[in-house]
């Protein structure tokens, strides 16, 4: 039967805060089998993953968060810095985990975190279920990656992130802690798992064809125009409002999003920056997005208020609660950190959210800058504004 604990800290020395998380989120548990760890980008992460393994000699994969996390017992966040875990405990579950720095090829280093996590395992099939953390950049080829070693196995996780958006974010893998790859979790179990990935956002009538893009993630036109013109006038604004990190912050309430090719799901694309190219040609203010896209493919402009964000916390828990079939056992929520930004203030609302629909299952939140999942028969894939929700059954 697989049980959960969580335990945190706010202690400002970061070996203690890790230590007393651990022991927490450990204690009175048999057979633990993994630790999700999240921690701020303040701490000395080394310091929080030492402490952990002092108190712990199980499998441990996290990162850091952006701004907090959300526990049963609330909001913990510090300046100074902070550290939870959920610990998973179950005498059957068997983890492979495993970790990759940045390498030339992203496929290439998925494709070699994947063998590792198999092999750590001590086994030689694929996960039933696995957790991928990995630095904001190239998520879909170290996903890519992955999947050409196990298949279409199903997934949940999300980017590192940090407290200001400076690079500072860190993936941390038991003992190692780096800043620029991706880790994995393999699950090998009989328990359900079960994910809710969504944006929680209205579609507009505001549409276009993607026609021009440059590296993946920087839109170059819509229907011709220069994307950051377009995305201007959708959402009555000039575009020299938007240059720059503006747009970041503009965008939250108002991204863009493409839909799979079921209809299923729409993953949203975070404009995060409007760029200037200075010339007279459609080039002038592309928009550079956290996520891929595609030429001759939709997007959609959508929209959300600050209730709607705060609400789809809720619903993303109760959508996943109604997928089990079995008693669920723990949740780990993965949520957008610039959603958070954009709802900071009411954070509590949140949080009585989460406690309203997890009633005494333990939980975890924790403030990415990217988000994965999958949503019925769609594949998996990476997302930026979203929320990734997953539940653990008792069996």
Not at 193 to 216: A, C, P, R
Not at 285 to 302: M, P, S, W, Y
Not at 320 to 326: C, E, F, I, M, T
């Amino acid at each position: 039967m697989v049980k959960s604990k969580v335990g945190y800290s706010l202690s400002t020395n970061s070996f203690i805060a890790g230590y007393e998380s651990a022991k927490a989120s450990t204690k009175d548990l048999e057979h633990v089998k993994f630790n999700f760890l999240f921690t701020s980008s303040v701490n000395d992460v080394k310091q929080v993953v030492k402490g952990v393994q002092e108190a712990t000699d199980s499998p441990v994969l996290g990162c850091t968060s952006s701004g907090g996390i959300i526990v049963p017992d609330g909001f913990i966040t510090s300046e100074e810095g902070y550290a939870g875990i959920l610990s998973l405990s179950d005498e059957d579950m068997v983890v492979g985990v495993a970790c990759k720095e940045a390498g030339k090829d992203p496929r290439a280093v998925g494709r070699r975190v994947a063998i590792d996590a198999v092999e750590n395992a001590k086994t030689t099939r694929a996960p039933a279920y696995f957790y991928m953390i990995a630095s904001p950049e190239e998520e879909e080829e170290y996903l890519m990656g992955i999947q050409d070693v196990i298949g279409r196995v199903p997934m949940f996780g999300g980017s590192a992130a940090d407290e200001n958006i400076e690079g500072d974010w860190k993936i941390i893998c038991n003992d190692k802690v780096i800043s620029d790859g991706v880790a994995v979790a393999f699950f090998y179990t009989d328990t359900e798992i079960v994910t809710s990935f969504i944006g929680g956002y209205q579609e507009t009538n505001n549409m276009g064809l993607i026609t021009e893009v440059k590296n993946d993630r920087t839109l170059v036109s819509i229907d011709g125009i220069s994307a950051l013109k377009k995305y201007a006038q959708w959402i009555g604004v000039s575009p020299n409002d938007l240059k720059g990190k503006n747009l970041l912050e503009s965008s939250v309430k108002k991204p863009l999003g493409i839909k799979d090719p079921l209809g299923n799901l729409t993953i949203i694309r975070h404009p995060m920056f409007g760029n200037d190219m200075g010339t007279k040609t459609t080039s002038d203010d592309t928009i550079t997005l956290g996520n891929k896209v595609v030429e001759k493919t939709a997007i959609i402009q959508l929209e959300a208020t600050e209730d709607d964000l705060i609400d789809a916390t809720g619903e993303a828990l109760k959508d996943v609660k109604k997928q089990l079939y079995q008693d669920p056992a723990a949740y780990v929520c993965i949520h957008c950190g610039a959603r958070r930004l954009a709802i900071q203030n009411r954070m509590d609302e949140v949080h009585k959210q989460l406690v309203k629909e997890a009633k005494s299952i333990p939980f975890i939140m924790a403030f990415t800058f990217g988000q994965y999942g999958y949503d019925e028969h769609s594949a998996n894939i990476c997302g930026g504004l979203m929320l990734s929700f997953t539940a653990f059954g008792k069996k």
